[in-house]
T-cell receptor, first 112, second 109 residues
């Protein structure tokens, strides 16, 4: 596709369940970011993948959060044992060394 | 101290006003600079890159001051449609982009 694609666009889950959020970056983009944004707040950095380098996981808020990027393309963000405070919009972005970051439309996660 | 800092605002201005946002960054080795715009409940989108010599795109002017480590965005003749959150972005030499928390602008009739 032409842009960054995220799925699902909306996810409602029960507290304590695990969820997986998917990001398909723009083809050829070597860098991929995950951010979290609560209503009315700024972007909260979660994790950054760059090519084959070890990811920068410095933004992950707890060990319930993990992410992987397979084959340098698709990425999955997994949240285990979801809590209500995990409710937010999760945004994925991709970029390359020559191009600025493009964002997907996000996944709105609601934990009930 | 955050790597990228912005005045959160909000800035409330009348139509036709000129408004300026500043952003400071801590990493002197930063390579590239951008301004993004985020509308309510939408994803951020690139507004403009910021070049060392300063650059203009219509009513928008971006400037970079490497010595003082800040960038600015000037909006002239504000329109209602300019109401949004403006995010400052700094890209380091390792390729990672860091976003500021954004400055909220509301343009009123």
């Amino acid at each position: 596709g032409a842009g960054v694609s995220q799925s699902p666009s909306n996810k409602v889950t029960e507290k304590g369940k695990d969820v997986e959020l998917r990001c398909d970056p723009i083809s050829g983009h070597t860098a991929l970011y995950w951010y979290r944004q609560s209503l009315g707040q700024g972007l909260e950095f979660l994790i950054y993948f760059q090519g084959n380098s070890a990811p920068d996981k410095s933004g992950l808020p707890s060990d319930r959060f993990s992410a992987e990027r397979t084959g340098g393309s698709v990425s999955t963000l997994t949240i285990q044992r979801t809590q209500q405070e995990d409710s937010a919009v999760y945004l994925c972005a991709s970029s390359s060394s020559r191009v600025e970051a493009f964002f997907g439309q996000g996944t709105r996660l609601t934990v009930v | 101290r955050k790597e990228v800092e912005q005045d959160p605002g909000p800035f409330n201005v009348p139509e036709g006003a000129t408004v300026a946002f500043n952003c400071t960054y801590s990493n002197s080795a930063s390579q590239s600079f951008f301004w993004y715009r985020q509308d309510c409940r939408k994803e951020p989108k690139l507004l403009m890159s910021v070049y060392s010599s300063g650059n203009e795109d219509g009513r928008f002017t971006a400037q970079l001051n490497r010595a003082s480590q800040y960038i600015s965005l000037l909006i002239r003749d504000s329109k209602l449609s300019d109401s949004a959150t403006y995010l400052c972005v700094v890209k380091g030499n390792a390729g990672k982009s860091t976003f500021g928390d954004g400055t909220t602008l509301t343009v009123k009739p």
